[in-house]
Nanobody, 118 residues
């Protein structure tokens, strides 16, 4: 059974940093496009950053310049380095994996809470 396990969330003061990790128990991790989403209280889930199987990255406007997504295919892990955190970054962060060959093959993690205090 495929699992995405996130870690690294927590409570941090505004201006601080956190690094989220997501390890996926999938075959051929390198074939997956990986992404981080977040959901703030009372809001819809939104895309934060994505890294394609080939390494190309893309970011939501709110994340540009502050967040960096990266992947280690040898460890089946994707990371989200978050710097200069703001209270509005508070939410549950979810890891997402979509197979680049078969886009209907998609998995979600359980989420990790990030809370940024002002």
């Amino acid at each position: 059974q495929v699992q995405l396990v996130e870690s690294g969330g927590g409570l941090v003061q505004a201006g601080g940093s956190l690094r989220l990790s997501c390890t996926a128990s999938v075959n051929v991790f390198s074939a997956y496009n990986m992404a981080w989403y977040r959901q703030a209280p009372g809001k819809q889930r939104e895309l934060v950053a994505v890294i394609a199987s080939g390494g190309h990255t893309n970011y939501a406007d709110a994340a540009k310049g502050r967040f960096t997504i990266s992947r280690d295919n040898g460890r089946n892990t994707v990371y989200l380095q978050m710097n200069s955190l703001k209270p509005e970054d508070t939410g549950v962060y979810y890891c997402n994996a979509v197979n680049s060959w078969f886009s209907k093959v998609e998995y979600w993690g359980q989420g990790t809470q990030v809370t940024v205090s002002s």
